[in-house]
Nanobody
Framework: QVQLVESGGGLVQTGGSLRLSCAGS????????MGWFRQAPGEERAFVAA????????YYSDSVRGRFTISRDNAKNTVWLQMNDLKFEDTAVYYC????????????????WGQGTQVTVSS
């Protein structure tokens, strides 16, 4: 079992930066692939980024590649999403997710989810 708590969301202007954190608990966190997803009003939850259990492999959606960076520290049970050059269309609730298998972009394959943190980018 893994529990996840996101933080770091807020209001930022276009071009600004935010760093989201996902604190995990549970003895399997270090063995879990982790992902970030986001959901805007009226839209489905969409993949943003993912990282393997070791941190050696990362995936990004085309819309954030080059602007966002996912990283983790298993000793701290924490995953981060550094978001730079934010755009209005990045506005959404951001969710952290974990799965006890390999890295994937598919939200259906994740086993555990946090409660989400709101990111609002003003134009």
């Amino acid at each position: 079992q893994v529990q996840l708590v996101e933080s770091g969301g807020g209001l930022v202007q276009t071009g600004g930066s935010l760093r989201l954190s996902c604190a995990g608990s549970g003895r399997t966190f270090g063995a879990s692939a982790m992902g970030w997803f986001r959901q805007a009003p009226g839209e489905e939850r969409a993949f943003v980024a993912a990282i393997s259990w070791s941190g050696g492999l990362t995936y990004y959606s085309d819309s954030v590649r080059g602007r966002f960076t996912i990283s983790r520290d298993n000793a701290k049970n924490t995953v981060w999403l550094q978001m730079n050059d934010l755009k209005f269309e990045d506005t959404a609730v951001y969710y952290c997710a974990a799965r006890n298998r390999g890295i994937t972009r598919l939200k259906e394959d994740y086993d555990y989810w946090g409660q989400g943190t709101q990111v609002t980018v003003s134009s």
